[in-house]
């Protein structure tokens, strides 16, 4: 069975910053894909960023030079570090995993961002 953790939400000022983490636990190896995603009231769930296995990313058009995603294979964990934080980014961060050909959610994290 597999686990997956987010943590690191919290209420924040405009233009202050936040560092979420995913982490990935039980019978698990060799992630693929991972990436997180996040979802406002009255919005769908979008991607905002994702990281495959050999480190490429790829981010959301409205966080590119704000966010930055990165993993660390050996512990099974994902990281967001999010800058310049804007009322705009306040929503449910999820993370996803990919591990043989199955998708993987947690339960999310929510971020506010004050103005």
């Known amino acids: 069975q597999v686990q997956v953790v987010e943590s690191g939400g919290g209420l924040v000022q405009v233009g202050g910053s936040l560092r979420l983490s995913c982490a990935a636990s039980g019978s698990i190896f060799s992630i693929d894909n991972m990436g997180w995603y996040r979802q406002a009231p009255g919005n769908q769930r979008e991607l905002v960023a994702a990281i495959t296995s050999g480190g490429a990313t790829n981010y959301a058009d409205s966080v590119k030079g704000r966010f930055t995603i990165s993993r660390d294979n050996a512990k099974n964990t994902m990281y967001l570090q999010m800058n310049s934080l804007k009322p705009e980014d306040t929503a449910i961060y999820y993370c996803?995993?990919?591990?043989?050909?199955?998708?993987?959610w947690g339960q999310g994290t929510q971020v506010t961002v004050s103005s």
């Open positions: 996803k995993i990919n591990f043989r050909y199955a998708n993987y």
